[in-house]
């Protein structure tokens, strides 16, 4: 398996749908996407799922990860409790790219109500393309964990 195209996304009920199209988005460009869940539209606990793509990237079983929820902002603050997590909730192309440029995000976190799914897509996509600048950010997000 390619780490690189290796991604695990999960979701809580209110953003079940865009997680459907955003592994199938992410399919036909070659990823393999591995889902904790939800597996539906019945109301469950964003934590749960939240905390289980956290741990996976926090532990460097997985280089990056997708979360979803109604908001993005439940799964923004369960993501960045975890060691070496820099969650990044975006609902644009621009912090999408600048929170890889910058920030080395290694979790992306979308809003299913708040975002629509073409937009969603494309952030998805800016965020995959958009490698680390590094140089005086290193120091930076070495200074989060510190
Ligand atoms: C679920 O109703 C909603 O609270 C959840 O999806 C999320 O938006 C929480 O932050």
New binding site residues.
């Given amino acids: 398996m390619d780490e690189n195209r290796s991604i695990m996304i999960g979701s809580?009920h209110?953003?079940f749908e865009l997680k459907e199209k955003i592994k199938t988005y992410l399919s036909g460009k070659g990823y393999q996407v591995e889902d904790v869940g939800a597996k539906g539209t019945a109301s469950v606990n964003?934590t749960e799922y939240g905390k289980k793509v956290s741990r996976s990237v926090s532990q460097g079983e997985v280089p990056r990860g997708i979360l979803l929820?109604?908001?993005?902002?439940?799964?923004s603050m369960v993501a960045n409790r975890f060691p070496n997590v820099r969650a990044a909730l975006c609902c644009d192309i621009f912090s999408a790219r600048m929170s890889r440029l910058h920030n080395d995000s290694n979790i992306l976190v979308l809003?299913g109500?708040v975002i629509g799914d073409v937009l969603a897509f494309e952030v998805v996509q800016a965020w995959l393309d958009t490698e680390f600048e590094g140089g005086r950010h290193l120091d930076r997000i070495k200074s989060i964990e510190a």
């Fill in positions: 809580d209110a953003a964003y929820c109604g908001t993005g902002l439940g799964m809003g109500r």
